[in-house]
């Protein structure tokens, strides 16, 4: 796809999930005046960022992880020396779920096909899952589901799957939010993060 190409089909993504009255997440999301979250980044990044989905500040300014999950993402990534702009961050889930309760199946299943289009759209040769949910959604795309494990097993490996467009290497990480209050995980995910800059 051209570089036009890429940005019409993400454009496309973005006026679907903004009038998707079919999601059970869009009367909270008008009520609130919040905003859909499609992610951001380079359309040409070979890394992708995939979380679960937005909380209250990224619903309200309509970005993936600006809130505190994402001050850890930033530090992260400034860890291993990755710019965020050369990166495409995003989410399974779009809209803000209530109380940031976990994504429900039936949510996942409605938003999963536009992640699935803006990884046809990116084509990434690496994707960092950020918690379980993405983990799941992730490594069963890609036919990974007899090597799921339990995050705590999982976190910082990398599996080598096959996407259409070539190879591609999943690693799956702790979800940032899960260190705000937690230094000793922080530090697992610091160097859990190491293994991601092998393949930059
Ligand atoms: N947590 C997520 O999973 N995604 C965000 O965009 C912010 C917090």
Redo the contacts with the bound molecule.
């Keep these: 796809m051209t570089k036009e190409e890429k940005y019409e089909a993400m454009k496309q993504i973005r006026d679907e999930v903004l009038h998707l009255t079919a999601s059970p997440l869009y009367a909270y999301r008008t009520e609130h005046k919040y905003l859909p979250?499609i992610g951001e980044g380079s359309h040409d990044a070979s890394i992708m960022f995939i979380?679960?989905?937005?909380?209250r500040?990224?619903a309200q300014t309509g970005r993936?992880?600006?809130?505190a999950?994402?001050k850890i993402l930033d530090d992260l990534l400034a860890c291993i020396d990755i710019k965020r702009e050369d990166v495409y961050?995003g989410?399974i889930v779009k809209d803000r779920p209530p109380e940031n309760r976990d994504p429900l199946p039936g949510e996942i299943e409605i938003y999963g096909p536009f992640l699935d289009r803006q990884i046809e759209i990116i084509e990434p040769k690496v994707i960092v899952t950020?918690?379980r949910f993405?983990m799941q959604y992730v490594m069963r795309k890609f036919d990974l589901e007899f090597e799921l494990e339990p995050i705590s097993k999982a976190h910082g490996k990398s599996y080598d799957a096959h996407a259409p467009y070539g190879p591609i290497h999943i690693i799956p990480q702790y979800?940032?939010?899960a260190a705000i209050y937690n230094r000793e995980l922080l530090d697992t995910i610091k160097a859990d993060f190491e293994v991601i800059s092998k393949f930059v």
Excluded: K
């Excluded at 979380?51 to 909380?55: C, D, I, L, N």
């Excluded at 993936?64 to 809130?67: A, L, R, Y």
């Design positions: 979250v979380g679960e989905a937005p909380g500040n990224e993936p992880f600006c809130g999950a994402g961050i989410n950020l918690g993405s979800h940032p939010a």
